[in-house]
């Protein structure tokens, strides 16, 4: 389920990072969505979606922290 735009991403993506973010978090998730199709490449506990989940929100914390108001700033 790659995500073809912003607008397709959770919610929870949306309502919290900065655009930028939200492009960094797709494109890696997108990626990591068709590298981890096979199972032997991820965790044996881990789905496909989760997999891809993981990895976005890692690419986008090498450019992101969260701010002493929780807010995504750009590092």
Not at 19 to 33: D, G, P, T
Request: proline share 5%; charged share 35%; glycine share 2%.
């Amino acid at each position: 389920m790659p995500y073809t735009s912003n607008e397709e991403l959770p919610v929870g993506v949306r309502h919290k990072l900065p655009i930028e973010a939200q492009n960094i978090y797709r494109e890696a998730f997108n990626h990591a969505w068709e590298f981890y199709k096979d199972p032997h490449k991820r965790h044996k506990d881990r789905t496909q979606e989760e997999t891809a989940h993981s990895v976005a929100w890692s690419a986008v914390e090498k450019k992101y922290n969260k701010d002493e108001h929780h807010e995504w700033v750009k590092i």
